[in-house]
């Protein structure tokens, strides 16, 4: 969501003259987007500010601003943390950033904006595609209502807005003209889509809306709750052709006491029944999860648990975090806080079990057909071309610039930690693919 939301930025600020540059001292304006999610983001975002605000001390004139959560978090008080802070844009003022930065050539001392808006300027803002784009992210709705114990997106994004289905079929109707392929739909919790919209809308509605906008090959979306997973949405993966057979379901963790301490709503039991469905429904479904380890009270035997759950489901990939306080959560106040050397104990020891699971997965594609919708250059560069798989993988062969937008069939010759290597073929069944 923050590399969209920096996106939209990058394209307001576009039309109002400026450019992106790779190089720092040839820019005019810094924006720095910002992440609070977790205290490890927060420090990073302040000590790159820091970093930014040594060199503007070189370069009088350069404009400082800080957008994205830690913006809306801190406000006013950013100035005074870091006076070289020009100025300050909130999660929903995202269209108010060209304005600011005017504001501040023309003088003015430290704007800000961080009010909440019944409608987040970052679903209504459009950006046109980059030339060349194949892959893009389209912004459905913004904001949480749910309220995990830990979790603070809701305090600095705000309450959970969806964006009206015709303005979503115009953008992903745009981006196809452009040439885009493939789109990701974001939000916070995208199963919930259509709530509070005057229309008759829902999230398996909407994507079968956009199932049948020409051009678009590839639809995949994030993120999942597993409360609202409903048979409509694992059925959309059935009737819906360009929807990827790939789904991100955050679990958190396998014990329920902690689910409920949580505020996920949610058992083990019913996150295990909703992924008998899916499977049942699309065996080859590619998984991934988040997790987190440490939450206050949780004990050895509640961290088995999600290591028993790990065990059950056997995901592609999970992303997997320490809990972190983060200021104004319910579970900030909650008491039986895990110590720092246990939690790295027990991160370390998913991680390692999770690592396996996924090489384990990865090996398991070697001698499939794989359908790969290129995307660029590999990290290497050419001769060697990159793209993914429908179940999300990072595939790497050999290939030119000319398939680029293309969705060649590939013959899997290696799995890895982390990608697939493979042969381009011509023709032949696509097996393993959903
Ligand atoms: N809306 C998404 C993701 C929100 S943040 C969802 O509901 O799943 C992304 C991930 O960060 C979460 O899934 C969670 O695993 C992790 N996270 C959020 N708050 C955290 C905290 N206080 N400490 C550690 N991890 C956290
Ligand atoms: Fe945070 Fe929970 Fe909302 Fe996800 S669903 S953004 S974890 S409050």
């Given at each position: 969501?923050?590399?969209?939301?920096?996106?939209?930025?990058?394209?307001l600020?576009?039309?109002e003259g400026?450019?992106?540059?790779?190089?720092?001292?040839?820019?005019?304006?810094?924006?720095?987007?910002?992440?609070?999610?977790?205290?490890?983001?927060?420090?990073?975002?302040?000590s790159?500010?820091?970093?930014v605000?040594?060199?503007?001390?070189?370069?009088?004139?350069?404009?400082?601003?800080?957008?994205?959560?830690?913006?809306?978090?801190?406000?006013?008080?950013?100035?005074?943390r870091?006076?070289?802070?020009?100025?300050?844009?909130?999660?929903?003022?995202?269209?108010?950033i060209?304005?600011?930065?005017?504001?501040?050539?023309?003088?003015?001392?430290?704007?800000?904006?961080?009010?909440f808006?019944?409608?987040?300027?970052?679903?209504?803002v459009?950006?046109?595609?980059?030339?060349?784009?194949?892959?893009?992210?389209?912004?459905?709705?913004?904001?949480?209502?749910n309220?995990?114990a830990?979790?603070?997106?809701?305090y600095?994004?705000?309450?959970?807005?969806?964006?009206?289905?015709?303005?979503?079929i115009?953008?992903?109707?745009?981006?196809?003209?452009?040439g885009?392929?493939?789109?990701?739909?974001?939000?916070?919790?995208?199963?919930?889509?259509?709530t509070?919209?005057?229309e008759?809308?829902n999230?398996p509605?909407?994507?079968?809306?956009?199932?049948?906008?020409?051009?678009?090959?590839?639809?995949?979306?994030?993120?999942s709750?597993p409360?609202?997973?409903?048979?409509?949405l694992?059925?959309?993966?059935?009737?819906i052709?360009?929807?990827?057979?790939?789904?991100?379901?955050?679990?958190?963790?396998?014990?329920?006491?902690?689910?409920?301490?949580?505020?996920?709503?949610?058992?083990?039991e019913?996150?295990?029944?909703?992924?008998?469905?899916?499977?049942?429904?699309?065996?080859s479904?590619g998984l991934?999860?988040?997790?987190?380890?440490?939450f206050?009270?949780?004990?050895?035997?509640?961290?088995?648990?999600?290591?028993?759950?790990?065990?059950?489901?056997?995901?592609d990939?999970?992303?997997?975090?320490?809990?972190?306080?983060?200021?104004?959560?319910?579970a900030?106040g909650?008491?039986?806080?895990?110590d720092?050397i246990?939690?790295?104990?027990?991160?370390?020891?998913?991680?390692?079990?999770q690592?396996?699971?996924?090489?384990?997965?990865?090996?398991?594609?070697?001698?499939?057909?794989?359908?790969?919708?290129?995307?660029?250059?590999?990290k290497?560069?050419?001769?060697?071309?990159?793209?993914?798989?429908?179940?999300?993988?990072?595939?790497?062969?050999q290939?030119?610039?000319?398939?680029?937008?293309?969705?060649?069939?590939?013959?899997?010759t290696?799995?890895?930690?982390?990608?697939?290597?493979?042969?381009?073929?011509?023709?032949?069944?696509v097996?393993?693919?959903?």
């Amino acid at each position: 969501m923050n590399v969209r939301d920096s996106e939209l930025a990058a394209g307001l600020l576009e039309k109002e003259g400026y450019r992106l540059t790779g190089n720092p001292a040839e820019a005019d304006l810094v924006l720095v987007n910002t992440c609070t999610v977790r205290e490890k983001a927060e420090q990073k975002a302040h000590s790159f500010i820091g970093r930014v605000g040594k060199f503007k001390a070189k370069r009088p004139g350069l404009i400082l601003g800080v957008m994205g959560c830690l913006a809306q978090q801190w406000g006013r008080e950013f100035f005074k943390r870091s006076p070289y802070i020009d100025f300050v844009c909130g999660t929903h003022a995202l269209d108010r950033i060209p304005d600011m930065a005017r504001e501040v050539r023309a003088g003015k001392k430290h704007p800000a904006d961080t009010a909440f808006r019944d409608y987040p300027a970052s679903l209504a803002v459009h950006s046109p595609p980059h030339p060349g784009e194949i892959a893009s992210y389209v912004n459905i709705m913004q904001g949480c209502d749910n309220f995990c114990a830990y979790c603070i997106v809701p305090y600095v994004r705000g309450r959970e807005r969806s964006r009206p289905s015709d303005d979503i079929i115009d953008e992903v109707d745009r981006l196809a003209e452009a040439g885009v392929k493939e789109v990701t739909l974001l939000g916070q919790n995208v199963n919930s889509y259509g709530t509070g919209l005057e229309e008759d809308i829902n999230f398996p509605l909407l994507l079968k809306r956009l199932g049948a906008v020409q051009g678009i090959e590839r639809i995949r979306f994030t993120t999942s709750h597993p409360k609202d997973i409903s048979e409509a949405l694992m059925d959309a993966f059935l009737e819906i052709d360009s929807l990827c057979g790939y789904l991100h379901l955050p679990f958190q963790a396998g014990s329920n006491r902690v689910l409920k301490r949580m505020n996920r709503g949610y058992t083990a039991e019913e996150y295990l029944g909703k992924i008998n469905g899916l499977r049942s429904r699309v065996p080859s479904l590619g998984l991934s999860t988040d997790i987190i380890v440490g939450f206050p009270g949780e004990s050895g035997e509640d961290f088995q648990k999600t290591i028993d759950l790990i065990e059950k489901v056997r995901f592609d990939n999970a992303f997997s975090f320490k809990y972190s306080d983060r200021p104004g959560t319910a579970a900030a106040g909650y008491d039986g806080k895990v110590d720092e050397i246990e939690k790295s104990r027990r991160l370390t020891y998913l991680q390692k079990l999770q690592a396996g699971y996924t090489l384990e997965k990865n090996k398991a594609l070697e001698g499939t057909v794989q359908e790969v919708l290129v995307e660029g250059p590999s990290k290497g560069g050419f001769p060697n071309v990159t793209g993914r798989t429908r179940g999300n993988k990072v595939v790497n062969f050999q290939g030119d610039a000319a398939l680029f937008g293309k969705t060649v069939l590939v013959k899997i010759t290696h799995g890895f930690a982390h990608s697939l290597r493979g042969e381009m073929v011509q023709g032949g069944d696509v097996e393993s693919c959903s």
